[in-house]
């Protein structure tokens, strides 16, 4: 027996991060009761070759319903020649080896955010004018079976020097899945 499969509509929900960053998280637009947690990435400055990058990545809750408590966790992959340096936030247990990967516990109301995750990169000076993608999922569960519930991939272009980074224009793509309980696919660009 097949699993039903359909596509709906998104909406956004603003969030503000503490840094004066806005950005969207995307979330299905149905009248579900339950929790559906969003996945959402932003950062300030473009990347440069032979320097260091912060992601900011913030989990919400986009659903009418609370988180029940269950084990949230965010994971990401990063490319060759990107390494994590350091990574955490408030609420989260995090690390970056073997992967990286941060966990809470606690309940999430509808509509509300955990605080973010600031994850500060290395980037490697052959990376120079190169593309690059990262990408970042959350799922539910635990402790050892997991449920995603979504992902994103952001790409970057690493700039050559501090001079390039201040007259470029940042371009991200981003892409989030986001799976409701009643096991429905969702798939908007943000």
């Known amino acids: 027996m097949q699993k039903s499969r359909r596509r709906l509509l998104v909406a956004s929900l603003p969030v503000v991060m503490a840094a004066g960053l ?7 637009a149905h009248a579900d009761t339950g929790s559906s947690l969003t996945l959402a990435e932003s950062h300030q400055q473009a990347f440069v070759a032979g320097g260091t990058g912060t992601y900011t990545i913030t989990v919400g809750n986009a659903g009418p319903g609370a ?4 084990a949230t966790k965010v994971t990401g992959t990063l490319p060759t020649g990107v390494t994590a340096l350091a990574v955490g936030g ?5 690390k970056t080896s073997p992967s990286l990967t941060c966990t809470r516990s606690d309940v999430l109301g509808p509509r509300q955010a955990y605080l ?3 994850l500060t990169v290395g980037i490697s000076p052959s ?14 569960g635990g402790p050892t079976t997991f449920q995603d519930e979504g992902s994103i991939a952001v790409k970057d272009t690493i ?3 501090q001079t390039q980074t201040q007259t470029q224009t940042q371009t991200q793509t981003q892409t989030v ?9 969702k798939r908007s660009a943000v």
């Open 177 to 185: 899945n986001v799976k409701c309980p009643s096991d429905h696919d």
């Open 116 to 118: 973010p995750i600031t």
């Open 67 to 70: 988180t029940d408590g269950t």
């Open 90 to 94: 408030s609420g989260w247990s995090c």
């Open 22 to 28: 806005s950005t969207a998280l995307a979330a299905p």
């Open 127 to 140: 990376l120079a004018g190169k593309t690059v993608t990262s990408s970042f999922r959350v799922a539910r």
């Open 159 to 161: 700039s050559q020097s």
